[in-house]
């Protein structure tokens, strides 16, 4: 009586078990099948926005890119403002600049002379500075990128990447060369050299509270603020030094 009772409800939660499983089967089924439905859309969505964006830049015009900047009373101010929005932008703190007097144009007798490096066109003088930061890692990494990929053209040197006295900061120190005209520039050409944008955002810098962005401003009485700021004669600063300058 047991045995039969036993086999009859085997009978019955085998066939309801079965049924079950594969009921679940299913559904694990089609909702896999729904993931990888979404999974192929999703794709080819951003293979065709990936395609998109490289049709975009085959036709994009070149970015404006200025080899030199005329040898004159903006130009190093310029320069640092460069230089600080760019720390700005990546929270990297400036310890140390010192700049050097641009380097005279070689005569045809030093031109004669055999040399591996690539001549500079005829006008065009190199200013090399040397240059102290620190940060972390990863914002150290970007601040050298904007660097490189400045509308001026910049060639660094001399890199030297280390540890800081406490993690997770990174102090680095390189020769940043840049490169001024010594001819007179034409109109058109001055006027699109002041016309720079670069592409940081706004914001108070932490060496001396100026805007990173403002350029040509002017205090109440009269003062560039960019020129009160930098171009008090001074050719190398420090931390300890900016106060004195500002």
Known sequence: MNKTRALTTLA????????????????????????????????????????????????????ARFPTSPLGPREQ?????????????????????????????TSSAQEQEPSTRPKLPAGVAPVSSAVE???????????????????????????????????????????????????????????????ISFPVGGGVNRLGGLPSQRRGESSADGTPLVSRAWGCGIERWSGDDREACT
């Open 12 to 63: 019955v939660l085998i066939p309801l078990a079965v049924v079950g499983l594969g009921a679940w089967a299913v559904v694990h089924e089609v909702q896999r099948m729904n993931a990888l439905h979404e999974d192929l859309e999703r794709t080819e969505r951003e293979i065709a926005l990936a395609e998109r964006t490289a049709q975009e830049l085959k036709v994009a015009p070149a970015p």
């Open 77 to 105: 101010p310029d320069f640092l403002n460069t230089l600080r929005a760019y720390a700005d932008a990546t929270r990297v703190r400036l310890d140390r600049w010192t700049n050097a007097t641009p380097i005279a144009p």
């Open 133 to 195: 930061a620190s940060g972390s890692y990863a914002n150290v990494r970007e601040f050298l990128y904007l660097l490189l990929r400045s509308p001026r053209l910049f060639t660094m040197n001399d890199v030297r990447w280390e540890r800081g006295d406490k993690w997770p900061r990174t102090r680095v120190s390189f020769t940043l060369t840049r490169y001024v005209s010594t001819a007179p520039p034409a109109p058109e050409e001055s006027a699109a050299a002041g016309s």
